[in-house]
């Protein structure tokens, strides 16, 4: 099992910046990717950001088009835990964020989710 506790969601103000952290515990051998999804009310949850964690294509990564250039996806392996630096944020940026691991055998775990609130 893998766990995944999410900080750094809050309200802030449009333009301003936040920084969100995933950390993973657990048996997390065998982890594909991390990354961040959000969702808004009557909304699917859609991705943000992910980066690979291991193979041939450790360290890449992928970006929604509404956010880059604005947010950033990082990882330190050493700690498990992966990073979203969101900066310009907008007031559409406004969702609760999810991280998430994938399983080389493609199973998800989720975080519980952190609210970010951009006001206009």
């Known amino acids: 099992q893998v766990r995944l506790v999410e900080s750094g969601g809050g309200l802030v103000q449009a333009g301003e910046s936040l920084r969100l952290s995933c950390a993973a515990s657990?048996?997390?051998?065998?982890?594909?990717?991390m990354g961040w999804y959000r969702q808004t009310p009557g909304e699917q949850r859609e991705l943000v950001a992910v980066?690979?964690?291991?193979?041939?294509?450790?360290?890449?990564?992928d970006y929604a088009d509404s956010v880059k250039g604005r947010f950033t996806i990082s990882r330190d392996n050493a700690k498990n835990t992966v990073y979203l630096q969101m900066n310009s944020l907008k007031p559409e940026d406004t969702a609760v964020y999810y991280c998430?691991?994938?399983?080389?055998?493609?199973?998800?775990?989720w975080g519980q989710g952190t609210q970010v609130t951009v006001s206009s």
């Open positions: 998430n691991l994938k399983t080389w055998g493609n199973y998800n775990y």
């Open positions: 657990g048996s997390t051998f065998g982890t594909k990717t």
């Open positions: 980066v690979s964690t291991s193979g041939s294509t450790s360290g890449s990564t």
